[in-house]
């Protein structure tokens, strides 16, 4: 069976400053990871996926996660936050290796970002 | 934008009646699967369809159901509803074992 637990329901941070989303996961198989991200009253967008190419993923918009396996962790980070990055993040994780998503997507609660001015 | 699109955007119906939403996936997608994101939640799995067969259920009941069609648009029917149902829904589509694009979904309220 697998899961994803993110350890922040919310998180807040001033406009300029990092961003660290955290989420671990549990999967009897080599996983594959996404993050998506969720604006208000809009579908979810792909923002990066693991691929097992490389242990430190780039996305889009300067969003970057990094695969530990020996923490089973999958944190997503950005240097400097933006108004536009306010929104609800979801660590995702489905069996299937290789960046594939075989079958389901198992979602997190999702932590909602706030970004001030 | 993904190229998938989801139909209606907005739907009200009464406890006990049914629904049908609809999916239309991006261009060369062969395969849709559909979830449900209560309010405040993550998104839940229902159901996922490959060249027009169930290819895994998540755990909802069998008044949940779905039909892929050949050109791979997909429906979403859910009988009986009960207030519980409402939600978004929202259907994703890939090639098989390939990342899942979703649509902006359907909210579903049941009165």
């Known amino acids: 069976a697998q899961s994803v637990t993110q350890l922040d329901s919310h998180v807040s941070v001033s406009e300029g400053t990092p961003v660290l989303l955290r989420c671990n996961y549990s999967s009897s198989y080599s996983p594959s990871l996404f993050w998506y991200v969720q604006h208000p009253n809009k579908g979810l967008q792909l923002l990066l996926k693991y691929t097992s190419a490389a242990t430190l993923v780039k996305g889009i918009n300067g969003f970057e996660a990094e695969f530990k396996k020996s923490e089973t962790s999958f944190h997503l980070t950005k240097p400097s936050a933006h108004m536009s990055d306010a929104a609800e993040y979801f660590c995702v994780v489905s069996e299937g290796a290789g960046g594939t998503s075989y079958g389901k997507l198992t979602f997190g609660q999702g932590t909602i970002l706030t970004v001030h001015p | 934008e993904t190229g998938v699109t989801q139909s209606p955007t907005h739907l009200i119906k009464t406890r006990g009646q049914q629904v049908t939403l609809r999916c239309s996936s991006q261009s060369g997608h062969n395969t849709v699967s559909w979830y449900q994101q209560a309010l405040g939640q993550g998104p839940q799995f229902i159901f996922q369809y490959y060249r027009e067969e169930e290819n895994g259920r998540g755990n909802f009941p069998p008044r949940f159901s779905g039909l892929q069609f050949p050109n791979y648009s997909s429906e979403l029917n859910v009988n009986a509803l009960e207030l519980d149902d409402s939600a978004l829904y929202l259907c994703?589509?890939?090639?098989?074992?390939?990342?899942?694009?979703f649509g902006p979904g359907t909210r579903l309220l049941v009165l």
């Open positions: 994703a589509s890939s090639t098989r074992g390939g990342t899942q694009y």
